[in-house]
């Protein structure tokens, strides 16, 4: 019984650790394709040049996954918002995958594969 607690305890806490790592990267990803100049983006993501309102739409869904993630942890507690918004998260990065994989760019999904089992992990361990 003490050891179920302790696994559940550790659980609870590797959940809040990754809910936090995964908003603040998308925090990051949505502030960065908004307000930099797309010079800068282009740089950093070859595909931006040619898809500038894909940039931004994407930037926004961006922060609202962080949002979703963020506020059930200090507004909205016990609420299943995170577990939605770890869902579109999910959706997101296999749009972004599909994306780069059309484009010749395999290379690049590491990072989309990374936050999808992030996302799938947050989805799994948040309570209805």
């Known amino acids: 019984m003490e050891n179920k607690k302790k696994n559940t305890k550790?659980?609870?806490i590797a959940t809040l650790i990754v809910?936090?790592?995964l908003s603040a990267s998308l925090l990051w990803a949505g502030i960065t394709k908004l307000f930099q100049p797309v010079a800068t983006l282009a740089k950093m993501w070859?595909?931006?040049?040619?898809?500038?309102?894909l940039v931004k739409l994407t930037g926004v869904i961006d922060l609202i996954g962080a949002l979703g993630l963020l506020?059930?942890?200090f507004i909205l507690k016990r609420k299943p918002y995170a577990k939605y918004a770890a869902i579109g998260i999910f959706i997101l990065?296999?749009?972004?995958s599909i994306f780069h994989i059309r484009r010749g760019e395999a290379s690049l999904i590491g990072i989309n594969i990374i936050f999808s089992l992030m996302a799938l992990f947050i989805a799994w361990r948040t309570p209805r």
């Open 46 to 53: 070859p595909w931006v040049a040619q898809n500038l309102i």
């Open 19 to 21: 809910q936090l790592i």
């Open 10 to 12: 550790a659980l609870k």
């Open 93 to 96: 990065m296999i749009c972004a």
């Open 71 to 73: 506020l059930p942890l």
